[in-house]
């Protein structure tokens, strides 16, 4: 088993709260996790929720909560049983011990809205993304897999790329056909895979909901906003805004989108080796959203990520904002990376405190007084240190 660095927040949280929601996409590693942490929780009650037995044994959810006061109790796939929600909110209420329950959920709308109707205030929510940068050992080969294969354990650590390239493709035909189904989503599979596929190629670039209506078919913009929005709550897609700041400019108000895992944006292009990616067009895009995702997951409580770009040109790829000061970063698949004028443009726009370019590098050095590149293993490091400015 990898390490996880959530493992210590997890902790945290249910020293704390009576109960923690763990989210994230299906083989992400939630239940791996919950199965580490249930070692040091002596008579832990693990219940898979996919399971027909395990959901008879809640039949009865307050008789079952009652009799397990003393231990924690694990639920994995709540969103099976969204009704769930309604019997633990009186049982926290009852007895607000911390660390009585874990809810692990592939995330969605349904509950995400569920969950926050019925424990607000009473439940610590937390997100356990594929494998980063900061969890692997700090070596080109272990760093180019992970930027190929993606996150997902099992895609990450196949035998072969050529395994893992399957790995992927039997989880999104798995996720389209049989796991939104359960959701309640009765979009065809193949309509979701087409639009899915379509953002692959848009990956880093902004979101024009009706260019790609008209590219399905004639379809409304309304729908195709839906579908991002299926995509965004599953934790597949990142919808990245653009930064509203009044500079007297004219800035660009559409989001960005990436397919969040860097495997799963392979598998839709096509891409199984290194060779294919370093000589396709999507590399730069690709190292992009890869280092959005770093940052995301290392991004200090309070931090809002945004981009930046006006109609003049001037243009950040991520700009985190924390304690009204701006932070710059620019992602470069080169080891000799040159930003363009719109970086610097860009930097005085926004009087930026610091900036970094992250590239694929194997030692931090200077580009400015104000301007480092470093490699993306020192963004944990990095983004960490913002929250104590």
């Known amino acids: 088993m990898i390490p996880r660095l959530l493992s210590t927040s997890l902790r945290e949280r249910l020293a704390y709260y009576p109960g923690v929601v763990l989210l994230g996409p299906r083989q992400v590693g939630k239940t791996t996790l919950a199965r580490s942490l249930a070692e040091t929780y002596p008579?832990?009650?693990?219940?898979?929720?996919e399971r027909s037995a395990d959901r008879a044994r809640l039949a009865r959810p307050d008789l079952f909560f009652a009799n397990n006061r003393d231990?924690?109790?694990?639920?994995?796939?709540v969103q099976n049983a969204p009704d769930i929600f309604a019997a633990l909110r009186?049982?926290?209420?009852h007895d607000r011990r911390p660390g009585r329950f874990l809810l692990l959920g592939s995330a969605s709308g349904k509950l995400l809205r569920q969950s926050s109707e019925s424990l607000a205030g009473r439940v610590a929510y937390l997100e356990l993304t594929p494998l980063l940068a900061a969890e692997l050992p700090d070596d080109s080969h272990?760093?180019?897999r992970l930027l190929l294969r993606g996150g997902f354990p099992l895609s990450y650590a196949a035998p072969s790329d050529e395994l893992s390239f399957l790995w992927r493709e039997d989880f999104t035909r798995t996720f389209l056909e049989r796991d939104l189904p359960q959701l309640g989503v009765t979009i065809p599979a193949e309509t979701l895979r087409r639009f899915w596929r379509m953002l692959a190629h848009l990956h880093g670039q902004l979101f024009n909901a009706s260019r790609i209506g008209q590219s399905l078919g004639g379809i409304a913009h309304s729908t195709v906003a839906r579908y991002l929005d299926l995509l965004v709550q599953t934790m597949l897609v990142r919808r990245l805004e653009p930064l509203h700041a009044n500079l007297g400019k004219r800035l660009v108000k559409s989001p960005k989108v990436y397919v969040r895992d860097s495997g799963m944006l392979h598998l839709l292009l096509g891409i199984q080796t290194l060779n294919d990616l370093h000589g396709h067009p999507v590399v730069g895009a690709a190292w992009e959203g890869f280092v959005v995702e770093q940052l995301f997951a290392h991004a200090p409580l309070g931090a809002d990520i945004t981009f930046y770009r006006t109609a003049a040109g001037a243009e950040l790829d991520i700009v985190v904002t924390l304690g009204g000061r701006h932070y710059a970063f620019e992602a470069k698949f080169s080891s000799a990376p040159k930003p363009t004028r719109g970086f610097w443009q860009a930097l005085d726009d926004l009087d930026v405190e610091r900036a970094w370019v992250v590239a694929p590098v194997e030692a931090e050095y200077p580009l400015d007084e104000r301007v480092d590149v470093v490699p993306v293993q020192r963004l944990r490091e990095i983004v960490g240190a913002l929250g104590h400015v």
Request: proline letters at 5%; aromatic letters at 0%.
């Open 43 to 49: 008579g832990t009650v693990l219940l898979d929720l």
């Open 71 to 77: 231990h924690l109790v694990v639920l994995d796939e």
């Open 90 to 93: 009186p049982e926290i209420d």
């Open 142 to 144: 272990s760093l180019q």
